[in-house]
């Protein structure tokens, strides 16, 4: 069974194309016109072993919010129908990362009820155009679009790139964890049945 999605979104403000292999070794072609940003989301994809091809053409004159957001909306929406039915996922991961003096922990349910918790050592420095809450934006757009009950914790850290960096490696591995398939899940691992 092939995971894979291409997602094309067009408004007045953003132009996205993207596809996603979620059972790849960590390709990753990304132009967001965002250095920072194209280099958040290479460690996402590189550290989830996802396959990743996004090219985005946005207002970034206006300021980077639409297109940061609009990207976590087409990434999500992606990873979901990547994912399909849901059926043989381990539906929960949860990755742990060290970047420097930094340390993330992330936790995902893939749950198809989204919910976001982001919380960021204190106190954090706004340091540049792509700043913490910017990427809260993109990681709640992401989780909504997515149908995953996201949970970020920035456990500790000085240096707000590390920090970022540590999250975004961390959301990589716990999603790859529960994107994985497991033989043993049948169906869906729900006592309901369904997700």
Same mark, same amino acid.
């Given at each position: 069974m092939?995971?894979?999605a291409s997602v094309h979104r067009t408004t007045k403000e953003t132009d996205i194309q993207?596809?996603?292999? #979620?059972?790849?070794?960590?390709?990753?072609a990304v132009a967001t016109?965002?250095?920072?940003?194209?280099?958040?989301?290479?460690? #996402?994809?590189?550290?989830?072993?996802?396959d990743l =091809?996004?090219?985005?053409?946005?207002?970034?004159?206006?300021?980077?919010?639409?297109?940061?957001?609009?990207?976590?909306?087409?990434?999500?929406?992606?990873? =979901?129908?990547? !994912?399909?039915?849901?059926?043989?996922?381990?539906?929960?991961g949860t990755g742990q990362?060290?970047?420097?003096?930094?340390? =993330?922990?992330?936790?995902?349910? !893939?749950?198809?009820?989204?919910?976001?918790i982001y919380k960021l050592p204190e106190p954090i420095r706004v340091s540049g155009p792509f700043d913490a809450y910017l990427a809260k934006e993109f990681f709640r757009a992401f989780s909504v679009q997515g149908g995953m009950n996201l949970h970020i914790h920035g456990e500790y850290g000085e240096n707000e790139h590390h920090i970022l960096e540590s999250l975004f490696k961390a959301t990589g591995r716990a999603l790859q964890r529960a994107c994985?398939?497991?033989?043993r899940i049948t169906g869906v691992l729900s006592s309901k049945g369904d997700l």
């Open positions: 092939e995971r894979r993207l596809e996603i292999d #979620l059972d790849g070794s960590g390709k990753v016109q965002i250095p920072f940003f194209d280099h958040m989301l290479t460690l #996402l994809a590189v550290h989830g072993f996802f =091809s996004l090219t985005v053409h946005g207002d970034i004159e206006v300021d980077f919010h639409h297109t940061v957001e609009d990207v976590g909306l087409v990434l999500g929406r992606a990873f =979901s129908e990547a !994912l399909g039915s849901r059926r043989g996922i381990c539906r929960y990362v060290p970047m420097d003096e930094a340390f =993330s922990r992330v936790n995902v349910d !893939l749950s198809n009820r989204p919910f976001l994985a398939m497991d033989p």
